[in-house]
């Protein structure tokens, strides 16, 4: 850089983009990020290492086509406002929906993006102001089987481990992760351990992903049936006594009935249906079961099903059976994807069924809690409804308004062209952004909010890690922090928060939220990051959990017998559609591209998108590399670039699942009924596609 370092401001605080939770230094001069230096004695997680997102990631802020003037629409154009009139605008737009509509005719979208103090007070605003549980965030779309899974077998809906398990365990099973894409720094720990250390690691995943190079054992799986192979897993681990009898015995139930429940799972069925070898399913199971520790860690290969939490059931099944959680360098370890998503989209309870800190609004207590912590007489006690329930529910004309914070819903949601109609069809709409994003276009009215580089709060990590997150740069124009936003809005209902800062919106969490109890931003600042739960002002937090008991009623972890579910539509066997399309990330890209295809390295990389097709599937279909090919389902056709390699099985084809800032996206395909019973989600992971070139290319 041309300045001297006195010359610049130095701002040490969180990445914005995966939830990995890399901290470092943001040097920055006249609002503009200069460059990024990791501080390892402020990074307990990423030491001195950053992924190219983190380190060069920072052009969009500053991009001229931020918002920075809220808009509101007239006659079908947007024109900017004064933040009263927008502000007004949509405190009557959200009035007036429910004076004709009642209190759940509105919905309500959170953001895993923002912060946990911004997330915290949009549920009370759904709650205390708006009177309704319908408010979700993108949560829903990636990881909820997950909490819905480990909830009801070991209690958290969170990651088991600390670090240490991540870099240190002895062995690694990794599915549905395609880690050094989509969490690099932690890939390169991983690869470390297994290189320096001589962890063992399989990995199991439809596709020949990089992590695979370094495994001790790459088995390829057809997508979608995880279970089966979970299941073939632990009736290895059983029938051959390999299994730990003590950690069964004393700190589980229900083992007999999930041995019962894996007996038909046999090598030659777990073939048969999931495409694993006998041999490989061995060697794994054997390994995994003999190992002095072993991490468990998935992404949303295990969890975008319309079984996700059967798949996850089964995961802490086999975790469980081979007595490998609860210690120091063991236990279940979901990656998750966007920066906030464990905080902002979990522990702070914009969801549905939850306050912040999983305390349930069905429980009386927990409401009495939060009545008389809010002021107010009655809370709902009625679960509201998930993100992908409020699409559905508006395209019967149930939900008549949304209020969204931070999501790219279109994109992000399946079947991407009937969500743009339904956002056309509500009778108010507002999102609050960063952009003009695509879901805002649709809006009445526009809020222009603060990126993460100029956000002051906390995010929570993977690992439950909360972390301070700073202002590096200011915002443009009149752009305001998201909590600013709704502190604003609720005061147009008569509710006087009076928030002056993130840090005493903390103050009211640790009130309320047993888990992040002694979580203070003043204890943040000098001790760099504390890991959930956290009771008081004196604890620790806790880097690993379940060393004594599971979060449970008896203290006991609860398995329970998963059966055989395979994706919808594969099950169909359609001619139709012979091929298999599974989506997920690529290194350069984020979620909808909203942040990454504004930035110029970055896009250079991925500006058009793509599906991977096996060779012999391509010599098969007449396509050759680079070739452009059209691809159809059940729900629209889009058009990609071939790229033929030995990556991807024979009928699977990959598509990444991001906007790639032109051409198609793969969401266009993808169906919007079929949804995991308990969490639903969607079943992004498999959907029945045939693939024809199209001459060009
Ligand atoms: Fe940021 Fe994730 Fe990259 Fe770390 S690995 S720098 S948290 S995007």
């Given at each position: 850089?041309?300045?001297?370092?006195?010359?610049?401001?130095?701002?040490?605080?969180?990445c914005?983009?995966?939830?990995?939770?890399?901290?470092?230094?943001?040097?920055s001069?006249d609002?503009e990020?200069?460059?990024?230096?990791?501080?390892?004695?402020?990074?307990?997680?990423n030491?001195?290492?950053?992924c190219?997102?983190?380190?060069?990631?920072?052009?969009?802020a500053?991009?001229?086509?931020?918002?920075?003037?809220?808009?509101v629409?007239e006659?079908?154009?947007?024109?900017?406002?004064?933040?009263?009139?927008?502000?007004?605008?949509?405190?009557?737009?959200?009035?007036?929906?429910?004076d004709?509509?009642?209190?759940?005719g509105?919905?309500l979208?959170?953001?895993?993006?923002?912060?946990?103090?911004?997330?915290?007070?949009?549920?009370?605003?759904a709650?205390?102001v708006?009177?309704?549980?319908n408010i979700?965030?993108?949560n829903?779309?990636?990881?909820?089987?997950?909490?819905?899974?480990l909830?009801q077998?070991v209690g958290?809906?969170?990651?088991?481990v600390?670090?240490d398990?991540l870099e240190?365990?002895d062995?690694?099973?990794i599915?549905?992760s395609?880690?050094?894409?989509?969490?690099?720094?932690?890939?390169?720990r991983?690869?470390?351990?297994?290189?320096?250390d001589?962890a063992?690691?399989?990995?199991?995943?439809?596709?020949?992903?990089?992590?695979?190079?370094f495994?001790?054992?790459y088995?390829?799986?057809?997508?979608?049936?995880?279970t089966?192979?979970?299941?073939?897993?632990?009736?290895?681990?059983?029938?051959?006594?390999?299994?730990?009898?003590e950690?069964v015995?004393?700190?589980?139930?229900g083992?007999?009935e999930?041995k019962?429940?894996v007996?038909?799972f046999?090598?030659?069925?777990?073939?048969?249906?999931?495409?694993v070898?006998?041999?490989e399913?061995?060697?794994?199971?054997?390994?995994?079961?003999?190992?002095?520790?072993?991490?468990?860690?998935?992404?949303?290969?295990?969890?975008?099903?319309?079984?996700?939490?059967?798949?996850?059931?089964s995961?802490a099944?086999l975790?469980?059976?081979?007595?490998?959680v609860?210690?120091?360098?063991?236990?279940?370890?979901?990656?998750?994807?966007?920066?906030?998503?464990q905080?902002?989209?979990?522990?702070?309870?914009?969801?549905?069924?939850n306050?912040?800190?999983y305390?349930?609004?069905?429980?009386?207590d927990?409401r009495?809690?939060?009545e008389?912590?809010?002021?107010?007489?009655?809370?709902?006690?009625?679960?509201?409804y998930?993100?992908?329930?409020q699409?559905?529910?508006?395209d019967?004309?149930?939900?008549?308004?949304?209020?969204?914070q931070?999501?790219?819903?279109?994109?992000?949601?399946?079947?991407?062209?009937?969500a743009?109609?339904?956002l056309?069809?509500?009778?108010?709409?507002?999102?609050?952004?960063?952009f003009?994003?695509?879901?805002a276009?649709h809006?009445?009215?526009?809020l222009?909010?603060?990126?993460?580089?100029?956000t002051n709060g906390?995010?929570t990590?993977?690992?439950?890690?909360?972390?301070?997150?700073?202002?590096a740069i200011?915002?443009?124009?009149?752009?305001?922090?998201?909590?600013v936003?709704?502190?604003?809005l609720?005061?147009?209902?008569?509710?006087e928060?009076?928030?002056?800062?993130?840090?005493?919106?903390?103050?009211?969490?640790?009130?309320?939220?047993?888990?992040?109890?002694?979580?203070?931003h003043?204890r943040l600042?000098?001790?760099?990051?504390i890991?959930?739960?956290?009771?008081?002002?004196?604890h620790p937090?806790?880097?690993?959990?379940y060393?004594e008991?599971?979060n449970?009623?008896?203290?006991k972890?609860?398995?329970?017998?998963?059966?055989?579910?395979?994706?919808?539509?594969?099950?169909?066997?359609?001619?139709?559609?012979?091929?298999?399309?599974?989506?997920?990330?690529?290194?350069?890209?984020?979620?909808?591209?909203t942040?990454?295809n504004?930035e110029?390295g970055?896009?250079?990389?991925t500006?058009?998108?793509f599906?991977?097709i096996?060779?012999?599937?391509?010599?098969?279909?007449?396509?050759?590399?680079?070739q452009?090919v059209e691809?159809?389902?059940?729900?629209g056709?889009?058009?990609?670039?071939a790229?033929?390699t030995?990556r991807?099985?024979?009928?699977?084809?990959?598509?990444?699942m991001?906007?790639f800032?032109?051409?198609d996206?793969?969401?266009?395909l993808?169906d919007e009924?079929?949804?995991?019973p308990?969490?639903?989600v969607?079943?992004?992971?498999?959907?029945?596609?045939?693939?024809a070139?199209?001459g060009e290319?």
């Open positions: 850089s041309d300045y001297r370092l006195n010359e610049v401001d130095v701002t040490d605080t969180t914005g983009y995966c939830a990995v939770g890399c901290r470092f230094d943001i040097y001069k609002g990020v200069l460059g990024v230096r990791p501080n390892p004695e402020k990074a307990p997680i030491g001195i290492s950053t190219v997102k983190g380190k060069f990631g920072y052009k969009y500053d991009s001229e086509d931020r918002l920075t003037q809220p808009l629409k006659d079908g154009e947007f024109r900017e406002a004064s933040w009263e009139e927008a502000l007004d605008r949509v405190a009557d737009g959200l009035k007036e929906i429910q004709e509509y009642g209190r759940n509105l919905s979208v959170s953001s895993s993006k923002t912060t946990n103090e911004a997330n915290y007070l949009m549920q009370k605003f709650r205390q708006l009177r309704t549980n979700d965030n993108c829903r779309l990636c990881h909820s089987p997950t909490v819905a899974g909830s077998t958290f809906g969170a990651g088991s600390g670090t398990a240190n365990t062995c690694y099973l599915t549905g395609n880690t050094t894409e989509a969490h690099p720094v932690l890939a390169t991983i690869k470390q351990n297994v290189k320096d001589d063992d690691m399989f990995v199991f995943d439809p596709r020949k992903i990089q992590m695979a190079q495994a001790t054992q088995t390829r799986i057809k997508p979608g049936y995880d089966v192979w979970i299941n073939g897993l632990i009736r290895h681990v059983i029938e051959n006594d390999l299994h730990d009898e950690f015995e004393e700190r589980t139930v083992f007999e999930v019962e429940g007996e038909k046999t090598p030659e069925y777990v073939e048969e249906k999931a495409g070898p006998p041999e399913l061995k060697r794994a199971a054997e390994t995994i079961a003999e190992a002095d520790s072993c991490t468990f860690c998935w992404t949303l290969g295990l969890t975008e099903h319309s079984h996700g939490t059967e798949n996850i059931v995961m099944n975790a469980l059976v081979t007595g490998h609860g210690t120091e360098k063991s236990g279940l370890a979901p990656f998750r994807g966007q920066n906030n998503v905080g902002g989209g979990g522990d702070m309870g914009p969801i549905p069924g306050f912040p800190g305390q349930k609004v069905t429980n009386d927990a009495e809690k939060f008389e912590a809010y002021g107010v007489d009655h809370l709902p006690d009625d679960e509201g998930t993100i992908t329930e699409f559905l529910a508006a019967r004309g149930e939900i008549r308004g949304m209020f969204i931070g999501e790219n819903v279109v994109y992000s949601e399946p079947n991407v062209s009937h743009g109609e339904i056309d069809d509500l009778e108010f709409l507002a999102v609050q952004d960063i003009l994003t695509d879901s276009k809006a009445d009215v526009v222009p909010a603060n990126a993460p580089v100029e906390t995010y990590s993977s690992t439950r890690h909360v972390q301070l997150v700073k202002r200011d915002p443009p124009g009149n752009a305001k922090p998201d909590w936003i709704t502190q604003e609720a005061e147009r209902f008569g509710y928060w009076g928030f002056r800062n993130p840090s005493e919106i903390m103050d009211e969490i640790n009130d309320l939220t047993p888990i992040y109890g002694g979580i203070t003043e600042e000098t001790e760099g990051s890991p959930w739960p956290c009771w008081d002002e004196d937090g806790t880097p690993h959990l060393t008991e599971f449970t009623d008896d203290g972890a609860h398995m329970f017998p998963t059966d055989v579910s395979g994706p919808v539509e594969a099950d169909m066997e359609d001619e139709a559609f012979p091929l298999a399309m599974t989506t997920g990330r690529v290194l350069y890209q984020y979620h909808t591209g942040m990454t504004r110029p970055i896009r250079s990389y500006d058009e998108l599906v991977e096996n060779p012999d599937t391509a010599a098969d279909l007449g396509v050759s590399d680079g452009v691809i159809t389902s059940r729900k056709s889009i058009t990609a670039l790229q033929v030995e991807t099985g024979g009928d699977v084809v990959f598509v990444p991001h906007y800032g032109r051409g996206v793969a969401n266009e993808t009924e079929h949804l995991d308990q969490a639903h969607p079943e992004y992971k498999v959907t029945d596609v045939r693939v070139p199209t290319g």
